[in-house]
């Protein structure tokens, strides 16, 4: 059995680029990014973060190309694909991306937390956001560190 499936939740690193392919299909391309936050053995913060490109078609490209923008919340389902090309130069290229199948808008900038997520299925974006609750309570989690000892398993 195979499984080629990713999930990332980040933020749009530029303005998306629509475009069509020679068939008419809209195609959008995307850069996401994520980030990782650890203690490293000596109690200090790291913090690293990775970029992800990524690729939608059709209607769901449509949507993400008129309501998102740099800097932008996203929430990316799809899989990953590396296709391979060959520059004007003759060399080979490739390029790894993410092929989109779902995904959610994230909060907007200025906006409450949970309250301000917008749900997005295929070609459901639009009556998603009108139907999208607009005043959640938001969770608050605890500052204090977890002890190890007190995890039951």
Known sequence: MYLNKVFLIGNLTRDPELR?????????????????????????????????????FGRQAETLAQYCKKGSSLYVEGRM???????????????????????????????????ALVGARNSDAETSQKDAPTDLDTIEYPDEEINLEDIPF
């Open 20 to 56: 069509a392919i020679p068939t008419g299909t809209k195609v959008v391309q995307l850069g996401i990014a994520t980030n990782r936050v650890w203690k490293d053995q000596s109690g200090a913060r790291k913090e690293a973060t990775e970029y992800h490109n990524v690729v939608a």
């Open 81 to 115: 694909q590396t296709r391979s090309w060959e520059g004007q130069d003759g060399k080979k290229n490739y390029r790894t991306e993410i092929v989109l199948e779902n995904f959610q808008f994230g909060p907007k900038a200025g906006g409450t937390g949970a309250g």
